[in-house]
């Protein structure tokens, strides 16, 4: 059968609570409550788990895994597993004494998400006031603990006017690398697509802009970008294949081949409060279901890029076509692909409708740009 | 052009704070660990990337593995250039002058 090789990475979604609010948000729908996230134990022992799997990198993330106040503890217990670890935060819970506790616990990277190069739009994109300069700030201080630092720019047709300003922060701010990401469509991003999706003429000049930027900038600044799959001829290869490098644990334990997977109707996962991580791995039906080539249809089986790109993303195939098991729609071969092309044309050809922003409860989520902070679901501990 | 990598005898290699040279014990190699990144190094580029200590200069990585292989000092220098021009381009490696 589909024998699973080890992991290489787990990403820990420590917590879905998060005080900003991001219309691309990649957490799911129906946020999970803090009332049901694992707790300090359980993450060090799933820890343990993955390093004797041969796990050899944790991405902690969330929401906001700043929020957990046993980070330090659970940076430190994957250090002294021998597990590399790097925070994917949004920053603006951070101050000069948590970043010291955090180094001194052994972090050895730090990812800073921005949503523009300026305060006006990334603090309306972000659906946090102040949220922008609070980042500037908090780049800075990181970098002045020694810690490494990526910039995450998240783009679209909001903010790709911004793209050389971006590129430019991220030199001022002194980080190493900078990933110029394309908003890509599940969850919260897929409800604003209309919103987010740029036309092909923003998406080359984007592009362009990068490829100079990359060029200019060899042994100052490393470029990580990823295009919109909308646009594209060949799916990229999602998550490096369907149960073959990553897994992904959910607050409250469940764990995921990827993040998006429980966008996928009729996928059982498992719990490690339930089952050892290694067993998951290997016979959980939501990682059995799409890992190697037999699940496959036309024109995937008999397609020499098949170990390559496994067919592309299994969530895309779902929200496009209904069907998690057909090939990615963003392939050309696809007999779906029509309908990718025409969606991303006709959606970004029009006006942007309003943000829909993350929020408690996708129906209850408020559509103005509201930019105070007491509004902020999910920021208390409940 | 770019003037963010450039290498001669006196450089001093070294890594990257977020960029580990680790023993993978279950896969039984050695790798590069980087965010959301690996680094496989093939056997020559692990000979030279151990000697990157951010003490040793070119030169004298050089000279090491002149001694260890037997091979002529030039045709290694180019080698060693050239690997740490690429990983420093791949931002695991800097160099400062000495
Ligand atoms: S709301 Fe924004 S900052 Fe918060 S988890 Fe989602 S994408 Fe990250
Ligand atoms: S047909 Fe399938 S395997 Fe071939 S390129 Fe398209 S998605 Fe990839």
Redesign the interface.
Known sequence: MNAAA?P??LLAELTHRCPLRCPYCSNPLELERASGELDTDAWVRVFGEAAD??V??V?FSGGEPTVRKDLERLVAACGAL?L?T?LITSGVLLDEGRIAALAGAGL??V?LSFQDSEEAGGDRIGGYKGGHAKKVEVARLVRKA???L?LNMVVHRQNLHNLPAMIELAVGLDA??V?IAHVQYYGWGLKNRAALIPTRAQLDEATAVVEAAR??????L?F?YVVPDYYARRPKSCMGGWGRNFLNVMPSGRVLPCHAAETIPGLRFDSVSDRPLQQIWETSDAFQRFRGTGWMPEPCRSCDRREIDWGGCRCQAFAITGDAARTDPACELSSDHQRIVELAQTESDRAPPAFVYRGLGAGAARTEPALSEDAVPGAGRS | MNAGVAIDEGSVPRFQPHMKLRFDKKRERWTILAPERLFLPDEIALEILRRCDGVATIGAIVDALAGKFDAPRDVIMDDVKKLVQDFAEKGVLYTKER
Do not use: C, F, I, S
């Open positions: 080890p290489l990475a799997m041969g050899l990198q991405h021998g590399y790097n050895e990277h990812q020694g810690l490494a990526t190493h690398r990933e060029q200019r900038l060899k042994g100052v490393v990580d």
